[in-house]
């Protein structure tokens, strides 16, 4: 599957990999565990070996909405928890039973401490992936965010559910329900 968050792009992930596999532990968490919750600070960060996880946020009404996931292979954490201390703004909760080889944020900031140019690249790239998924929240159509969610993850909705990809994209199960069918039409 392509990159979801696509700031991993400019990541070097095996060395990701390697901190991890060398520094931490093979973890398990059930579907609906948390792997941190909102308000809490990060103690763990770590590469997703199976299933997923899912960044949630609630809204005045009590309503979830899913602002990221953290696929197989990829990164899960929380940057400013992990590096500045402060709580978590989401929760991060197991969509599927997950693996995840989990490393003690004290050795990622120790890292960060000594690569500074490697804790640069990584804020950078953080920042550029979340100001663009912002600023294409305004610019651009639900429609236009499914294709490109499409063209960076082909494989998407083998991966997650309809109503997951729904929540990322800030529009009802139906609503994507109806782009996906417009989708289709077009192509034949």
């Known amino acids: ?3 979801f968050n696509s700031f991993i792009d400019k990541l070097d992930m095996e060395f990701w990999h390697e901190i991890c596999a060398k520094n931490g ?3 398990h968490y059930k ?3 948390f792997f941190v ?3 809490d600070v990060i103690r763990y960060a770590g590469i997703v070996q199976q299933g997923y996880f899912k960044y949630v946020v609630t809204d005045s009404k009590g309503n979830e909405h899913i602002t990221s996931l953290a696929l197989p292979g990829k990164i899960v954490g929380d940057y400013l928890s992990i590096t500045q201390k ?3 703004m989401t929760s991060i909760v197991a969509a599927t039973n997950v693996e995840v080889l989990v490393c003690d944020c004290d050795i990622l900031n120790k890292v960060f401490n000594e690569d500074r140019e490697l804790h640069q690249l990584f804020s950078d790239s953080l920042f550029h992936n979340c100001y663009t998924e912002y ?3 305004h ?3 639900p ?4 294709i490109a969610l499409l063209k960076r993850c082909p494989d998407i909705l083998q991966e997650i559910t309809i109503g997951e990809v729904a929540s990322y994209l800030n529009v009802t199960p139906t609503y994507l329900s109806r782009i996906r069918k417009e989708i289709t039409f077009e192509n034949k």
């Open 135 to 137: 600023l294409d929240m």
């Open 86 to 88: 402060i709580p978590c």
């Open 1 to 3: 599957m392509g990159n």
């Open 139 to 141: 610019r651009l159509s």
């Open 37 to 39: 919750r909102r308000g």
């Open 25 to 27: 532990k093979l973890c």
């Open 143 to 146: 429609k236009e965010r499914y």
């Open 31 to 33: 579907k609906g565990e």
